[in-house]
C-alpha cells in the first residue's frame, strides 16, 4: 500500500486524528509517511489545520501538504465558490499524491466530510481522485445512533465506483459506550461488507504526543500495523 484515502461517514466523526494514528504507527515501523490534505476549509490563513494536527500528533518527520484552503466551514466546493478561490480538483489531488508516493513509503490523503463532498462546480468527490489513484479507501464512523445507514451508504458508494474499501476504523469509541455502541460493533461488519480494522478511543487526539505514538497501534489492527484484534474488542464490548 503506497496512497491510502481516509474518508468518514460525517464531519467530527474522528478523521484526522485516525489518520494520525495510522501515520504515527507507519513510523514507528520505520516508513516514511506523507499527509495531503486536499482541500481545508473553515479555517483563517495561518491557522493550523488538519495537517497540523496530524503532524503534532504523529510526529516531525510526517511531510504535510496542504492543497487548498477556504475561510468558511463548508463543502470545498461551496467554499471555493463563496471566496472567489479555484477549486482542488481530483487531477490535481492524484497529482500531488503520486508525487509524494514517489519520495514516501505512504501517503495518507484525508478528504473533508464524506465520501461524495462536492470539491468543485462539477460535483467532483474524493472518489474520483480515489480512482485516478487507484487507491483504497479507509472508512472511518461513528460509534453511535445512524452510524450503521452512513457506513452502508459509503460501502455501497464505494463498490458503485469499483474502489477498494480498506476497513473501516470506529473513530471515537466513548469511555462507556452505551447499548448502541456495544451493538455496532457486531452490526457495522455486516453493513460495510468488510470487517473493522480498528478503534480509536474518544479524546485521543488530546493526548500528549509522545503517549499518542506509543499508544496507537493498540488502536488499529494489522492491516494498518498495529496490534488491535477485532475479536477481543467486540468481546470486550460485549462484556
Known sequence: MTVLVVTGTGTEIGKTVTTAAVAAVALRAGRSVA??????????PGEPGDVDDVV???????TGL?????????APGT?????GMAPVRPAQIAEAAQKLAASHDLVLVEGAGGLLVHFDEEGSTLADAARLLGAPVLVVAAAGL???NSVQLTAEALRARGLEQAGVVIGSWPRDPGLAERCNVEDLPRVAG????GAVPEGAGALAPADFQARAGSWLGAALGGTWDAEEFRAASAD
Open 194 to 197: 468488510v470487517g473493522l480494522v
Open 146 to 148: 445512524g452510524t450503521l
Open 66 to 74: 496542504e492543497l487548498g484552503r477556504y475561510p468558511e466551514p463548508l
Open 56 to 62: 503534532r500528533l504523529a510526529g516531525s518527520r510526517v
Open 35 to 44: 499527509v495531503l490534505k486536499p482541500a481545508q476549509t473553515g479555517i483563517a
Open 79 to 83: 467554499a471555493a465558490a463563496r471566496a
